[in-house]
């Protein structure tokens, strides 16, 4: 819904010259499939890394990381109000990582841990959508409505956005894997143990 409404209020578009011309509420065929196929292949990334490697020993830090984080986005986001998606991804991000920092969320070590891996593949496929590495852009955003910064030709906000979709992704999964244990004592998580 909220692509939706940010293609429909030209926050950003997608070059018709890119995409199948198959249209669902504004947006091409090819974002729906983007909101199957990256979400799954980041929370498959997070299961590995939950069943590979074990980041309890950074949770102090971690914590104090996304302590100041919630604090600097939503300052952020609240000074920026002119500009829609830095505004709207960088109050949303705040408050989904507060919400999870007064659950006293477990998972958010390895989460963090895991999104810094996943940077990377971030960074080389938005590139190109973005024309980072081809005189072709995919994905066009309205620099009226962002900050302007740019990784490579990437705007800085695309950063927070994805951590908010896979947080919220991850946060869904954690869920569903928590109420699998409760309803069936036998049921193992990736870590081999009953939550």
Do not use: H
Not at 145 to 155: A, K, V, W, Y
Not at 166 to 174: D, F, I, P, Q, S
């Amino acid at each position: 819904v909220w692509d939706g409404l940010f293609t429909q209020w030209g926050v950003w578009s997608f070059n018709p010259q890119y995409v199948l011309g198959i249209y669902c509420f504004g947006m091409p065929l090819e974002e729906y499939l983007f909101f199957l196929c990256i979400p799954y292949a980041c929370v498959f990334s997070y299961y590995c890394f939950d069943l590979l490697f074990r980041f309890d020993r950074f949770l102090g830090p971690v914590k104090l990381f996304y302590i100041i984080l919630v604090v600097v986005l939503f300052a952020a986001g609240l000074w920026y109000t002119d500009r829609l998606y830095t505004s709207v991804t960088f109050i949303l991000c705040a408050v989904v990582l507060a919400l999870l920092l007064k659950q006293r969320a477990p998972f958010l070590p390895t989460f963090f841990f895991c999104f810094l891996f996943i940077l990377v593949p971030f960074i080389l496929s938005n590139g190109v959508l973005t024309g980072s590495f081809f005189n072709r852009i995919v994905v066009r955003y309205n620099d009226a409505e962002n900050l302007g910064i740019r990784i490579l030709t990437i705007p800085f906000e695309d950063t927070f956005y994805g951590m908010l979709l896979l947080l919220l992704n991850v946060w869904g999964y954690e869920y569903m894997r928590r109420r699998a244990a409760i309803k069936n004592p036998g049921y193992r998580t990736a870590t081999g143990i009953n939550q």
